[in-house]
């Protein structure tokens, strides 16, 4: 009872904490009485304390390694200031001039220092190596351990050489921590470290108070954000960003809509940061715009949201982000925007990298695509992820679980599902699997000669949208599961062989379906406020003007335009060109008869319209636009253009789609003679003339694999130049 009282003690004498939280009693007792420890703790569950409180106990000095130099002065100016003199913590990394680390040695040489924070690379030099020997340790504590695995989010290959320099420097316990981890990821830490043994204690992930949700990201993602803020007036908010250059575009965009915010990214000088940081935390700024640089470490409790404006590259990485909203308990809104293109994006800057780590890449961006696409709850979705079961049906939290859509009975499919895992020998992964049971006879499949087994191509009459989400519940469900080792590869469970004896019902939610480009199939973000009459009177209404015209439906204006239509209720031409897809030239052209219609259902039904939301645009986005147009009359080849812009081609593209889907007529023609053979664009053309969706991928399929993506969207632009504007 009396190292009950001691620990409980020390803590409210170090912290002035009177009790402990969750298992960090255990894990202290653990670690004192010299065993490896795995500690695995959610963002805000008091992780730091777990090595923190027993170095003060214990004889010697603790080595802590840890990524971030920011995150090390913090943790070290916390310990000094709950200690009564100073040299209590050090730590030892670039930024410590000469004298400053002959201070840190002296100090540590006279036991004075009971925690020393290194970071990886300086645990690695050999002067330091050299001076650590003569060093009593306590034991070392490896924080942020995630970033020992390429399977972890932030991978730190100098994370690899710890082991070697423990065994160099002397033996002692080792504890290491991380906020976020998969199966995976854990056995790699343990066997990097070398402590296979370790004792784990592994924390919930739930966090009840978080709501999650995914929106399509369409072209008005800017305005939709400000709209959120605007709604969030004066609270504290995260808005993550995968590139600098769009960081830095985004806050200018906030500031010029009065919204208190500042960018945040590696490429800025420390003091900038450092003072963001501070303006932040002291709550003279509400939103940062930040790159994933920004957020370890930071703990501030009351970040009301955290917006994910591009998706992240791993589902590790987007719920160590998201955890930073609502430390406190209270409201922690994580809204993250999604387009397919946005992977491929991702995908095309991995091509570089070693073949080996672009596969775990995809492997993980595969993980997130199916989070997002999925309609099964968010929270069992995330909480699987990491190995947790979430036993409720619905969380009431999430996007999902608010507006939950129909279930279907999928037994046939997961049989069929079942049996092609077994056939293959439990060695492939997903993609495989679904191209089996279409019965896709690829390089790969024919190589394996898996063509010629029975139960190849069983699903081929089956709905093929149906695989990936049957796929991804099954595993859920507890029919399938990934292997370890081998990351990806689908594995029967036994319950998954009992299900192949005995099937019994299984019923699944589809998943969402979305566009290629910035828009959605079906229904937009926020449509829940659409009025579905009006819009039923408006699809009428475009059906007779494409006929009266002779084009597809989509070319006079696309679903998206509609939605919102329905949603705000613009009148005139003027107020029309504030809908998403309609500039002047377009409103001037189709308008007239939608505002009239839209003006007498008003009228009719009393409908109070809503007060016109108008977003300040950043002079820098609409001067590109304008210097676009011009390049384009002045007949300025697309790939030179785009590299004179500092574009990507794809980008590029983005922005003429942009242009034309408005309403501008651009004439591009000089560029596609050049780079498209001419039977080429008149497939594609008579393609678009014919079909009733511009989609992409609808596109790609249908015309085949002799058309590149590239060549599909620039016909398309031509299309809509010649066709709709």
Known sequence: MTEQMNLTEQLKHYFGFDSFKGDQESIIKNLMSGNDTFVLMPTGGGKSLCYQLPSLIMEGTAIVVSPLIALMKNQVDVINGLSEEDGVAHYLNSSLNKSAIEKVKSDILSGKTKLLYVAPESLTKEDNVDFLKDVKISFYAIDEAHCISEWGHDFRPEYRRIRPIINEIGNAPVIALTATATDKVRTDIKKSLGIMDAKEFKSSFNRPNLYYEVRPKTNEIDKQIIMFIRQHAGKSGIIYCLSRKKVEELAEVLKANEIKAAPYHAGLDSATRSQTQDDFLMERIDVIVATIAFGMGIDKPDVRFVIHYDIPKSLEGYYQETGRAGRDGGEGICI???????????????????????????????????????????????????????????????????????????????????????????????????????????????????????????????????????????????????????????????????????????????????????????????????????????????????????????VVFQDVSLEQMATMYPVDLQELQNIQGVGAGKAKRYGKEFCALIKKYCEENDIERPEELRVRTVAKKSMLKVSIIQSIDRQIALDDLAEAKGLDFDDLLDEIEAIVYSGTKLNIDYFIEEVIDDEHVDDIYDYFMESDTDDLDTAQNELGEDYSEDEIRLVRIKFLSEQAN
């Not at 492997?363 to 909480?383: I, N």
């Not at 939290?397 to 049996?419: G, S, Y």
């Open 336 to 554: 993250a925007f999604y387009a397919r293109k946005d992977l491929k994006k991702l995908e095309k800057f991995m091509e570089n990298k070693p073949v080996a780590e672009q596969d775990i890449g995809r492997q993980l961006l595969q993980e997130t695509a199916a989070y997002a696409e999925s309609s099964v709850c968010r929270r069992k979705m995330l909480l699987h992820y990491f190995g947790e079961e979430y036993q409720e049906e619905n969380c009431h939290n999430c996007d999902n679980c608010l507006h939950p859509t129909t279930k279907i009975e999928a037994k046939d499919e997961l049989v069929v599902i079942l049996r092609a895992v077994a056939a293959v020998k439990e060695n492939f992964r997903q993609e495989y699997i679904i191209d089996f049971v279409k019965g896709r006879a690829t390089d790969d499949i024919v190589s394996h000669k898996h063509n010629e087994l029975e139960a190849f191509g069983a699903g081929e009459d089956m709905d093929s949208k149906m695989w990936n989400p049957v796929i991804r519940q099954a595993l859920i469900a507890g029919y399938l599961k990934k292997d370890v080792e081998n990351y990806g590869l689908l594995k029967l469970t036994a319950a998954g062989k009992r299900f192949i004896k005995n099937p019994e019902s299984f019923m699944i939610v589809e998943d969402k379906v979305f566009k290629d480009d910035y828009g959605l199939e079906s229904h937009s973000a926020g449509s829940e406020a659409l009025d579905p009459e009006l819009f039923a009177m408006l699809k009428d209404l475009r059906s007779d003007m494409s006929k009266k015209h002779k084009l597809p439906p989509y």
